[in-house]
């Protein structure tokens, strides 16, 4: 029978299409089977530092959160707090190989910013990417679900500004001696390469805690997993990464 309106909006409301033109699921929980081959190797994570790829005014505001931040007033936090989609087993095992990558770094609880006496943890999920295990379970690109930062900040505007709206083009005239040249590159494990100054990691913590004497840190503390490089999910990130594609691309076409 044919699809009522209210059916196919209700449908096409719960699907999303990921990079490659793939259909993506909302959420799966993370296993440590099927997140491993998605994560950068160990040399790979933060292993570039995303201060050496922006220009002097985003360089001042990756050097000073404080600059981004809204009052506490003018903060509405997400009604749950930051969920973590992981296979209980496998959170432990799966936070320590964020840090061991290069992607994350342990830090005490009580240094996580907070809004009143609310700590900011964000949540952590799996989507599919295209790609199987052998036993036929699907790979799972690790996302980190950032709204509860994203509510205590105002967005950088970075690189953002150059980007060209559809309706730019159409005012667009070549003379006969003119031509037009687009390149675009797309960087493999972008937003696990560039690392953010270490003033940022209590603004960008999860929802992953564990005491100190099993993962490290100072005595009797317990100790919050925290992003050190330019997350995906997080409200300032693509503007960040335009500005550094920006950069390189004009380095590489400088050597051409």
Known sequence: PAMTLEAW?????????????EEISICHKLSWDQVIPALPPEAHGGCISALDWVGPQTQRFLLNPELLLKEHHEVELPRMPGRVHVEEGDKLRIAQE???????????????YRVGTTPVLNGLFGVEKP???????????????LTGSNATQWQLEGGTRSLPNITAWQSVA??????????????????????LPVCWLRHLAFNVIFPSCIVGGPENCEMALACQVLPMGWLSSVSIMQEISEKLLKIGRAHV
């Open 9 to 21: 909006q209700k449908e096409m409301s719960g699907r999303q299409i990921g990079y490659n033109g």
């Open 131 to 145: 790609t199987k295990l052998a036993d036929g379970r699907v790979i799972l690109r690790c996302i980190m679900n």
């Open 98 to 112: 964020l840090v061991k990558r290069g992607v994350c770094r342990w830090i005490p609880l009580e240094s996580v």
């Open 174 to 195: 070549l003379s006969d001696l003119e031509e037009l040249t687009m390149f675009q590159s797309d960087m493999c494990s972008a937003f696990y390469l560039f690392r």
